[in-house]
């Protein structure tokens, strides 16, 4: 079965520090691996997507990385900021499929001041 | 440029009742997807439209949910009667093609009492 799981459930950390969120995934296989953030109430929103030869990619604080051969992708945001608080979710796309998109159940932020 | 627009945003219904949840796509966004995410879960995939026809419908849970998109523009799920566990976040989602980047509506969120 096609999985995406994500550590640490939820994280609190104050204002200005940085944090790394993971990503295991045994998708198979695999197109591209997407992260994206989830403000409470709103819709996912697309911070980072990597393919397959891609090991790492920022988007401003943001910064991903990508080993595709042990299926393991980081988050890392820089310098915090209140409004990082969301939610944060690993996305993994599978080759070959109509859809194929795989979502892990998401890191919690909190960004405390 | 208007995003992914989703009606209602909250919606409270009795069990057996009908819910009709309405998906506008970004214009020009022959793709559209519908996503649902259940409290303490995963978002899961549900079904993807190509313009008016049903690519892949392989995620919907049965036959209680009923997904149209007629002339390829708007989408509607209706979910016909709606059960307790029907209660969740239905997220619609568009892109131009297969490789173009996913944008997410705000979800409508649906009480079932």
């Known amino acids: 079965k096609n999985q995406v799981e994500q550590s640490p459930q939820s994280l609190i950390i104050l204002e200005g520090k940085n944090c790394t969120l993971q990503?295991?995934?045994?998708?198979?296989?695999?197109?591209?691996l997407r992260w994206y953030k989830q403000d409470t109430g709103r819709g996912p929103v697309s911070l980072t997507i990597?393919?397959?030869?891609?090991n790492t990619k920022s988007n401003g604080r943001y910064t991903a990385t990508l080993d595709a051969d042990t299926k393991q992708s980081s988050l890392h945001i820089t310098a915090s900021q209140l409004s990082d608080s969301a939610s944060y979710i690993c996305v993994v796309s599978k080759a070959g499929g109509a859809d194929g998109l795989t979502f892990g159940k998401g890191t919690h932020l909190i960004i405390q001041p | 440029e208007a995003g992914v627009t989703q009606f209602p945003s909250h919606s409270v219904i009795e069990k057996g009742q009908t819910v009709t949840l309405r998906c506008d796509p970004i214009?020009?966004?022959?793709?559209l997807y519908w996503y649902r995410r259940v409290m303490g879960k995963e978002i899961k995939f549900l079904l993807h439209?190509?313009?008016?026809?049903?690519?892949?419908e392989s995620g919907m849970p049965n036959n209680r949910f009923l997904a149209e998109r007629t002339g390829g523009t708007y989408s509607t799920l209706k979910v016909q009667p709606a059960e307790l566990e029907d209660s969740g976040v239905y997220f619609c989602a568009s892109r131009p093609n297969m490789a173009g980047e996913l944008f997410f509506g705000e979800g409508s969120r649906l009480t079932v009492l």
């Open positions: 990597m393919t397959f030869s891609e």
């Open positions: 214009s020009g966004h022959d793709n």
């Open positions: 990503c295991n995934y045994t998708v198979s296989p695999f197109s591209n």
């Open positions: 439209f190509v313009k008016e026809s049903k690519q892949d």
